[in-house]
């Protein structure tokens, strides 16, 4: 099919709707109604299309009405990772979810993600987070002489971990982790992921390394099978079943 | 700002040395499921068969006790039972206890209750006189005449 620019069929204009944000803010330095890291919650209404997506709802508070309002965002397009929130009590990407799909009728609850320390408003401060990916050491650790070309290796061995080679790293699903909430010590659901992908790279050989960590009292172990993770992944990623294959790597050594 | 420094790739240890943790995570999948049996057994064997519950009374009880078979059932119904709930509450204080203080207390009680509970119901269950010297003979299991 041929796009043409006389195809006359008018789109189908979409109609405007009135939604309400209600969001929680913490000011470091503070209001004058709210002391220095209070945190409160603010409503703004705004008008926007069903088919905005949170983060042009969030935009448009921040450029038309309180541009005080603070929250991360970069590519706008699910891929950076930097827009994970909590919205009407899930972990999602603000870019990445529709206002229709959750009910504008109703004020649209955003919160910043939960067991991470707020700095201000929506961002919360990933150090912890990321320290914990650092731990299983996210990098190939390959034996022997450096090979004169890329490392081969057969689409059914690129299978095993092909689902963990799509984190963006948004923390989504580390503070969706009851554990996580509880015990800030767990390396959290991420830092599995971030392993796994590389446990199950056949042109890896550090996995006894990563796998030595991750048996750590803080490690896998701690995970109770609550899937919220998986629910959380705006990647889709089969976050339990990687853990669980990964506990599974510990328990019988296949891999 | 510079980059936060990353790990030096270790060099090979072999295998994880201190496997308490997996051990721990094994042990509740291997008795959660043995406990499935004995509990559902348990329940069927004292609720669902002869008269059903209007059968539970002393001479009941005391009947079961009597029998090995049924020493030894509760026997491990009651250590498995103890030892998953005592692990899955390590765990729970472990999560929720911050402080090293608060942590070591919750967890000695936990080991003096269950200690304590396994100690005394090992002894109910081996030393149980079904036939107390005594005791009004209507209440007590059909063998007992015959040891009187
Ligand atoms: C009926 C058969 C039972 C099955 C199949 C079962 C199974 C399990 C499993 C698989 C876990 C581990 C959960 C995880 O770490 O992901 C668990 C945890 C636990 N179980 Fe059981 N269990 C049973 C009976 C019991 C009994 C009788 C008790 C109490 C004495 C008990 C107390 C606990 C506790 C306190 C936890 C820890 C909960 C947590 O980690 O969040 N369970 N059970
Ligand atoms: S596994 Fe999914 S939810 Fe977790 S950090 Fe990666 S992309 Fe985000
Ligand atoms: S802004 Fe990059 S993932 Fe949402």
């Not at chain 1, 991470?116 to 002489?145: C, H, N, Q």
């Not at chain 1, 092909?162 to 010590?185: E, H, M, R, Y």
């Amino acid at each position: 099919m041929t796009a043409t620019a006389e195809s006359s069929a008018p789109a189908g204009e979409i109609p405007a709707i009135t939604v309400t944000l209600r969001i929680l803010r913490t000011i470091p330095e503070g209001t004058e109604e709210h002391g220095p890291g209070e945190s409160y919650w603010q409503e703004f209404t705004i008008e926007a299309h069903a088919t905005d997506r949170v983060l042009d709802a969030l935009h448009k508070i921040k450029w038309e009405q309180d541009g005080s309002l603070a929250f991360r965002r970069s590519c706008a397009h699910g891929v950076c990772g930097s827009d994970a929130m909590r919205i009407n009590a899930r972990n999602r990407l603000a870019c990445k979810t529709l206002l229709k799909d959750l009910n504008p009728a109703k004020p649209i609850i955003v919160e910043p993600l939960k067991g991470l320390p707020v700095e201000k408003d929506l961002i919360v401060d990933m150090e912890p987070f990321f320290a914990s990916y650092r731990e299983i050491m996210p990098f190939l650790m390959p034996t022997g002489a450096v090979p004169e070309r890329e490392r081969l290796q057969s689409p059914a061995d690129r299978q095993k971990f092909d689902d963990t080679t799509k984190c963006i790293l948004c923390a989504a699903c580390t503070t969706s982790c009851p554990v996580f909430w509880t015990d800030g010590q767990y390396f959290g659901p991420q830092a599995i992921v971030g392993a796994h992908r590389f446990i199950f790279d056949s042109r890896d050989e550090g996995q006894w390394e990563r796998l030595e960590v991750l048996n750590d009292k803080a490690g896998v172990w701690k995970c109770r099978t609550a899937f919220n993770c998986t629910e959380a992944c705006p990647r889709g990623i089969e976050v339990t079943k990687a853990i669980s294959e990964v506990k599974k790597a510990l328990t019988t050594g296949e891999f | 700002m510079t980059a936060p420094q990353l790990k030096e790739p270790r060099t090979p240890s072999g295998r994880s040395r201190n496997n308490a943790e997996k051990w721990s995570w094994v042990f509740m999948r291997v008795s959660g499921p043995i406990l499935l049996v004995l509990i559902v057994t348990h329940l069927f064997v004292n609720l669902m068969t002869g008269d059903g519950i209007s059968q539970i009374d002393f001479a009941f009880v005391a009947g079961k006790l009597a029998h090995p078979f049924w020493q030894w059932f509760d026997f491990t119904m009651l250590v498995l039972a103890m030892l998953h709930g005592f692990n899955g509450m390590r765990l729970l204080i472990n999560d929720y206890a911050r402080r090293p203080g608060s942590r070591k207390l919750l967890h000695s009680l936990l080991g003096t209750a269950t200690l304590v509970v396994i100690v005394l119901g090992t002894l109910v269950l081996f030393t149980f006189d079904p036939c107390p010297a005594g005791a009004d003979p209507d209440l007590l299991p059909t063998f007992c005449e015959d040891v009187a």
